[in-house]
Nanobody
Framework: QVQLVESGGGQVQPGGSLLLSCVVS????????MGWYRQAPGKQRELVAD???????NYADAVKGRFTISRDNAKNTVYLQMNSLKPEDTAVYYC???????????WGQGIQVTVSS
């Protein structure tokens, strides 16, 4: 059974940084495109960034220039480096991945990021 487990969340002051990690287990071939989504209270879940298996990236306009997504296929891990954090970045962040040879979509359980002074 494929599982995605996020880590690295927490509370940080505005202007600070956090590194989120997501480890994939239960897949012998790894996942295809992987991404980070977030959901703030009262809002819909939205894409933050995603990355193809070959490294092609895509970012939401709100995080361009501040966040960097990367992956290590050998470690079945995807990262989200978040810099210059703002209070509006406060949300639950979810890791997401597509099956490489199936139409399955997998989600992590989510991790809280709070940006507050």
């Amino acid at each position: 059974q494929v599982q995605l487990v996020e880590s690295g969340g927490g509370q940080v002051q505005p202007g600070g940084s956090l590194l989120l990690s997501c480890v994939v287990s239960g897949s012998s071939v790894g996942l295809g495109t992987m991404g980070w989504y977030r959901q703030a209270p009262g809002k819909q879940r939205e894409l933050v960034a995603d990355i193809g298996r070959g490294g092609t990236t895509n970012y939401a306009d709100a995080v361009k220039g501040r966040f960097t997504i990367s992956r290590d296929n050998a470690k079945n891990t995807v990262y989200l480096q978040m810099n210059s954090l703002k209070p509006e970045d406060t949300a639950v962040y979810y890791c997401n991945g597509d099956g490489r040879f199936s139409r399955n979509v997998y989600w992590g359980q989510g991790i809280q990021v709070t940006v507050s002074s």
